[in-house]
């Protein structure tokens, strides 16, 4: 077990609403990044939090926003969802960015989004 | 940009057939390529990365600078390598560890 932790693992929801994914990085981790699993786009990233800060964005729509609390927990919030949102969204953990080699990440189980 | 690509979505081989995973990459830096696996019901795990230059599990995959390429191989498969394997890349000049991955490939060994 990685021990990074995801909830909830399953939402379904309706279009136009808003939702928040909620996930635990490994213990000692301080850095936290969330990706998209869709079927069409595939594993896609969305942004990196490093100690509170967002530290690099990728594929992230306006709709959603993600924060990272002083405990180092991290929240991905999902608004005006649509229907082509529904995806495996991922977590992931790792020690520190930066130091010349990329640290390894360790992912959650997923939340499952389902939007009608 | 960042670019990975497989080829194969599907992947079928007898147990004791080797495999090989292509998988092809487009960075203008220096990258680090990985090989994530995801076993059915469990989450995506880190197979090897190529500084690491090690075997895990009979998997071994070597950075190709020339070609582009870090493709997975395994001489004789077992029936456990069925799973979802991601090659996935990360760029060193970036300062962050995001990774790039490719759509994917579902191996499956048939007994």
């Known amino acids: 077990d990685s021990g990074v932790t995801q909830t909830p693992k399953h939402l379904i929801t309706a279009t136009g609403q808003r939702v928040t994914l909620r996930c635990s990085p490994r213990?000692?981790?301080?850095?936290v990044y969330w990706y998209q699993q869709s079927l069409d786009q595939g594993l896609q990233f969305l942004i990196q939090y490093y100690n509170g800060e967002e530290r690099a964005k990728g594929n992230i729509l306006e709709r959603f926003s993600a924060q990272q609390f002083p405990d180092l927990h991290s929240e991905l919030n999902l608004s005006s969802l649509e229907l082509g949102d529904s995806a495996l969204y991922f977590c992931?953990?790792?020690?520190?960015?930066?130091?010349?080699?990329?640290?390894?990440?360790?992912f959650g189980p997923g939340t499952r989004l389902t939007v009608l | 940009a960042q670019r990975v690509t497989q080829p194969e979505k599907l992947l079928s081989v007898f147990k004791g057939a080797p495999v090989e995973l292509k998988c092809n990459y487009s960075?203008?830096?220096?990258?680090?390529l990985f090989w994530y696996v995801q076993y059915s019901r469990q989450r995506l795990q880190l197979l090897l990365r190529h500084i690491s230059r090690e075997s895990i599990k009979g998997f071994t995959a070597d950075l190709n600078k020339g070609e582009t390429s870090f493709h997975l191989k395994k001489p004789f498969a077992q029936e456990e390598d069925s799973a979802m394997y991601y090659c996935?890349?990360?760029?060193?000049?970036?300062?962050?560890?995001?990774?790039?991955f490719g759509k994917g490939n579902q191996v499956v060994v048939i007994p």
């Open positions: 996935a890349l990360s760029g060193l000049e970036e300062g962050n560890n995001r990774l790039a």
């Open positions: 992931a953990s790792s020690v520190d960015p930066s130091g010349g080699q990329t640290d390894t990440q360790y």
């Open positions: 960075y203008s830096g220096s990258p680090e």
């Open positions: 213990s000692g981790d301080l850095s």
